[in-house]
């Protein structure tokens, strides 16, 4: 037996009164929190997505830079070796017998080097003073240099991948 419920019966709540005005406010109301935790928690999504993207692009640029930059303390190491084969070719007379086998020497050296990236800081007398590739060791006058330019190269410098791995000394002409 089904039974019937009528405007009488105790059981019986109206959908039209005061309790579903509140009911629907509350309901209103979470909607409303939910929205707004949701939106936070999207937001919240796409910094994470921004910072892991912004993670993997400085990991590539530093596994760039370690594999540009691999081998300079190797470079480093056999700058000065340039250094002692120039000077002994600077020293040798154009008669020496050892004098081509120094010159192949630099050259293969040379080739080498260049292939993983060196490069030769050599300022040429009259070439503007850059103290961001040269290192002044004096000032003196020189007629006929303008001032701040290089009057004289004591050691070539170098470059790794355009990065200064020891800068060129040299001497700066002054204003007369």
């Known amino acids: 037996m089904t039974q019937q419920h009528d405007s009488q019966s105790p059981d019986f709540h109206e959908t039209d009164g005061p309790d579903a005005a509140s009911v629907e406010q ?8 939910l929205t707004g935790e949701l939106e936070q928690l999207r937001a919240q999504v796409l910094l994470e997505r921004a910072d892991l993207e912004n993670q993997r692009k400085r990991l590539a640029r530093e596994v760039e830079s370690a594999r540009r930059f691999a081998n300079e303390r190797l470079l480093a190491a056999l700058v000065p070796v340039f ?17 081509s086998g120094v010159e192949l020497t630099l050259r293969e050296l040379t080739k080498a080097t260049e292939s993983n990236g060196l490069a030769t ?3 040429a007398p009259g070439d503007v003073f850059n103290p961001e590739h040269h290192q002044a060791m004096s000032i003196v006058e020189v007629p ?11 050691q070539k410098g170098y470059l790794l991948n355009e990065r ?3 800068p060129a ?8």
Request: charge should be negative; avoid cysteine.
């Open 121 to 123: 800081l050599a300022p």
């Open 83 to 99: 250094d002692a084969l120039e000077a002994g070719l600077a020293n040798a007379s154009d008669t020496d017998p050892l004098r």
């Open 164 to 166: 200064l791995l020891r």
């Open 26 to 33: 509350q309901l209103a109301d979470q909607v409303e929190r």
């Open 144 to 154: 006929g240099v303008a001032p701040g330019a290089v009057a004289q190269v004591f």
């Open 169 to 176: 000394m040299v001497v700066v002409a002054k204003a007369d």
